[in-house]
């Protein structure tokens, strides 16, 4: 089960950190990934973490401003979101999955209830 949470409204050029926690006792080898859906749109591939950490994957728009961490001795990911823009707008859904490495959605198996973020102009 995922639990994600730290969404909020912050004005464009603000931070906020979102966080997605796990239950479970193998949390350490499942690959965690963030994903977004704007209104209106596909939901869309954000950033993946590998179990130990060492590896992550960012899709274009976000790099350079977003940051993916993980604390395995507390089940939990963590989304660390700079200089947001407006476009950055939509509920992010974090995802997990053992055997997982990819932009595609499809490729992992257990999901969250989503958190909202809205970034004014």
């Known amino acids: 089960q995922l639990q994600a949470s730290g969404g909020g409204l912050v004005q464009a050029g603000g931070s906020l950190r979102l966080s997605c926690a796990a239950s479970?006792?193998?949390?350490?080898?499942?690959?965690m990934g963030w994903f977004r859906q704007a209104p209106g749109k596909e939901r869309e591939f954000v950033v993946c973490?590998?179990?130990?950490?060492?590896?992550?994957l960012y899709a274009d728009p976000v790099k350079g401003r977003f940051t993916i961490s993980r604390d395995n001795a507390k089940n939990t990911v963590y989304l660390q979101m700079n200089n947001l823009k407006p476009e950055d707008t939509a509920v992010y859904y974090c995802?997990?999955?053992?055997?997982?490495?990819?932009?595609?959605?499809?490729?992992?198996?257990?999901w969250g209830q989503g958190t909202h973020v809205t970034v004014s102009s």
């Open positions: 973490i590998s179990g130990s950490g060492g590896y992550t």
């Open positions: 479970g006792r193998t949390f350490s080898s499942y690959v």
């Open positions: 995802a997990a999955d053992p055997t997982a490495w990819g932009t595609r959605d499809s490729l992992y198996d257990y």
